[in-house]
């Protein structure tokens, strides 16, 4: 087993991962959410009680005037569950009305009691649904999300196709997120994506845009889970294994600013779970509001060894794969 770092790694294949020009606001919103899932990085749950206050909304708000990203991705957590959530969008749309927003939904709770404003509020706001919907079966669905979750994740999506999303002529925009059930990479994102639309329309009438793959990252509460069954280590190993150089420029760290539910900087929502600040430890603390956007750029990306998980096989990051192939180099035993 090797011991090779992230950092050395990058080194030995000519690379400096530095941040480019930002394009894409990402906000956590806090770790409130209706569900406890055995993958969730971010720890979440019913119970936490961390989450975005009026106050860090519109400090962001105001250095988004004068900074308005084409991008603004909402994620937790579950977005939608913080107070002032129609606050943030509204407010967005008034700043910037042609802002792509996007909210990270985990469909379950578009069929709780007291959100049944939500589909109508988000079809409404022209708003980029991306769902978390990690098998189209529901004996794995509910293994990783809790009983039940995989009925009420239909419904939700059967609700967000009557709202228009995903039909045909339509420009409301619905993608599934499909990360393992367990220690392994994820499958040929197409592959993928051809059998979800078939199952998906077959058995429930669901249309949706795009399947996105995601790698799950060895932390927070996965990485409990890894270290629990004894195959943390060789987890690592296999991302270390299926590490891919063409994924590199691609990384959403490059040009994502992550912002934490008090403001902070991460290049990432991984690293912001993580603690590990924009900028290393001189940085640490520091808020949205504090910086400009050229003070970003060209800054060198915190790196972990959980950021091979970004890099094996055809990659990955909040849009899914990186790469199409991945390299006949970079395929991992037995994939």
Known sequence: MTSDSFASRLAREGHRLQRSRTRILQLNLGKLCNLTCSHCHVNAGPARREIITRETIDRILHWFE????????????????????????????????????????????LVEKGYEWLPGFLADHRIEVVASMPCYSPENVNQQRGDGVFDNSIRGLQILNQCGYARPGSDLKLHLVYNPVGDFLPGPQKDLEKDYKTELLNNFGILFSDLLTITNMPIARFAAWLRREGRYESYLELLRESFNRATVDGLMCRDTVSVSWEGELYDCDFNQMLGLPMGGESWRGRKLWEVTLSEMEFMDVCTGDHCFGCTAGSGSSCGGALVEEPAMDAVSPGQ
Do not use: Q, W
């Open 66 to 109: 004068s900074n308005p990203l084409p991008v603004v991705d909402l994620t937790g957590g579950a977005p939608e569950m913080v107070p002032d959530f129609r606050y943030l969008i509204s407010r967005l749309r008034e700043i910037s009305p042609d802002v792509h927003i996007i909210d990270r939904c985990n469909l379950t709770i």
